[in-house]
């Protein structure tokens, strides 16, 4: 079946550091791969999304590349601020997702200090 | 966001009631869907709807059944409330072949 893997956190880092987290995935076929964001109290917003391999997904300084050779969705920003502090999901839709469904990893939780 | 509104935001009630929460799109989206959110169980589907009256199951549907009558509402009821139902709930909704947008959630405890 469809998987995703995130490295686990807590991630704590200081203001203007470099994030990347990690995100690996099991699928079938071609899926596509998101970046879901999810501050506290919120629900979950769409950072970016790739659709196929080799795109790369931007959005607010954030950056994920899809890598089918290494089935990869590694997200990264150059300079975090205090306000990137959230959870951060990993996500893939099956290239034939019934339902438009979704397979979440666990999340990785960031804290950055100012 | 996304023209998503779920309610109640937060309700506690007592183990063996029947609770129902809503959500609410103004998208006109063909799907919506329902997941719970535990800690170290991140986000776990429940059930979703693919259009009115057709539902199907998630990967956690015990004890929850759902309805949706009317394209903009998705109901989620718990028909007699248990403690291991204490969660964060929610909704989400996605156009044909699009993002899932998700609501802002709904706190419930559950004595």
């Known amino acids: 079946g469809n998987s995703v893997t995130q490295m686990e956190g807590p991630v704590t880092l200081s203001e203007e550091a470099f994030l990347t987290i990690n995100c690996t995935y099991t699928?079938?076929?071609?899926?596509?791969l998101f970046w879901y964001v999810q501050y506290p109290g919120e629900g979950l917003q769409l950072l970016l999304k790739?659709?196929?391999?080799?795109d790369k997904g931007s959005n607010k300084g954030f950056e994920a590349t899809y890598r089918k050779e290494t089935t990869s969705f590694h997200l990264e920003k150059g300079s975090v601020q205090v306000s990137d502090s959230a959870v951060y999901f990993c996500?893939?839709?099956?290239?034939?997702?019934?339902?438009?469904?979704?397979?979440f990893g666990g999340g990785t939780r960031v804290l950055v200090k100012p | 966001d996304a023209g998503i509104t779920q309610s109640p935001r937060h309700k506690v009630t007592e183990t063996g009631t029947p609770v129902t929460l809503r959500c609410h799109q103004t998208?006109?989206?063909?799907?919506m869907y329902w997941y719970r959110q535990d800690p170290g169980h991140g986000l776990r589907l429940i059930h979703y709807?693919?259009?009115?009256?057709?539902?199907d199951k998630g990967e956690v549907s015990d004890g929850y059944s759902v309805s949706r009558s009317k394209t903009e509402d998705f109901l989620l009821t718990l028909e007699s409330a248990t403690s291991s139902q204490t969660s964060v709930y929610f909704c989400?909704?996605?156009?044909?072949?699009?993002?899932?947008?998700f609501g802002d959630g709904t706190r419930l405890s559950i004595l």
């Open positions: 989400a909704i996605s156009p044909e072949g699009g993002p899932q947008h």
């Open positions: 699928a079938t076929g071609y899926p596509s």
């Open positions: 790739a659709t196929k391999a080799d």
């Open positions: 996500a893939l839709k099956a290239a034939r997702a019934a339902g438009n469904k979704l397979t």
């Open positions: 998208e006109n989206h063909r799907y």
């Open positions: 709807s693919y259009g009115v009256k057709d539902t």
